[in-house]
């Protein structure tokens, strides 16, 4: 590509973060110039995630701001070099997994998403709320000619975590799923299409949650606080609310898991051990494996797994995530620059 043909002679525009309780802002950046390994993409769609909620109020520290946002990108790739000639014009997906050492005990034993050293895409690295971005070509995954660009980036994370906390439940027979945003309607539809019966749990009075959740295949939708219909194989708690775990718990068969899937959760209150008892297990999920990308990536059009998705223009990346923090979708915010 010749980069003084780029738009701007250059530049792009960029939503930024400053620091804890800044909002973002939009500025003009140098177009960035890959390294060596790196692949220079034009971003087409990224997909706002809760991650970028606690990014932005300090849950989870950016270490260096400023820093752009999004790991759930959509982008053609301009420049490829070495790292990747063959993916010139074509299109990858870029996900929060950004960078491993691969060298350590977790990297060298298929447990790359523990590496001490893991760089994160939209936290150590820029990532995708911006015109162009870089990513390294070995955490790029090719995506489906299926899917639109705006449809496939929410797989990039929320169907991506969701499928390795789905792999954490074993085989269940039946699955609840604590809060029915973005990563519970993607993994109903693969869950469902594995012939597992799926119960939605929401907030109470959230109704529109509780018949998209129906509108999927779901059996049964009802409040967090209600009683599942009947015990549960196992149960995965997306919503970032440490006092669902609990609940999810006592929801559970005899040897049922609760998976927790959020990078961040309040503190799970304290609660009785007949509720652990006959092994019962609470595990977490953490970050994902490019295993796990190739796998969802390929999975996804044969379920067909279906996004539903909300746009909004790159300079509205702040109201996306406001909307976000109130629940006022369902589905995925996703910015189209």
Known sequence: ???????????????????????????????????????????????????????IDGEVEIAEPPRILGHQIVGTVLEGGAAGPDLVGGRVGVPWLGWTCGE?????????????????????????????????????F?????????????LLCAGLIGYRAL???????????????????????VAIAQGIRVFAFTRSG?????????????????ASEQPAPEPLSAAIVFAPVGELVPLALRALAPGGTVVCGGIHMSDIPSFPYRDLWEERVIRSVAN??????????????????????????????????????EGRFTGSAVLIP
């Not at 005990?105 to 995708?128: H, K, M, Q, V, W």
């Not at 990513?135 to 790029?140: G, H, L, S, T, V």
């Not at 995506?143 to 929410?154: D, G, H, K, R």
């Open 206 to 222: 959230d109704a529109e949650a509780q018949e998209f959740a129906t509108a999927l295949g779901a059996e049964w939708a009802g």
């Open 142 to 154: 090719p995506i489906p000619p299926a899917y639109p660009s705006e449809q496939a980036a929410p």
């Open 104 to 140: 350590c005990e977790y990297c060298t034993s298929g447990r790359e998403n523990l590496c001490p050293r893991a760089r994160f895409t939209g936290c150590d690295i820029d990532g995708g709320m911006a015109e162009y971005t870089v990513a390294d070509a070995r955490f790029c």
């Open 1 to 55: 590509m010749d980069r003084a043909q780029t738009p701007a002679a250059g530049t792009m525009r960029a939503m930024i973060f400053e620091g804890v309780g800044r909002p973002l802002r939009e500025v003009s950046r140098p177009i960035p110039a890959p390294d060596a390994g790196q692949l220079l993409l034009r971003v087409q769609a990224c997909a706002v995630c809760r991650t970028d909620l606690h990014l």
């Open 288 to 325: 994902l494996t490019r295993a796990d990308g190739h796998e969802m990536l390929a999975l996804a059009p044969q379920v067909p797994v279906r996004t539903r998705v909300n746009p909004y223009p790159l300079q509205d990346a702040g109201r996306a995530l406001e909307d976000l923090r």
């Open 167 to 189: 792999r954490m439940c074993g085989e269940p027979r039946t699955l609840g799923l604590y809060g029915f945003g973005a990563a519970a309607g993607i993994i109903a539809q």
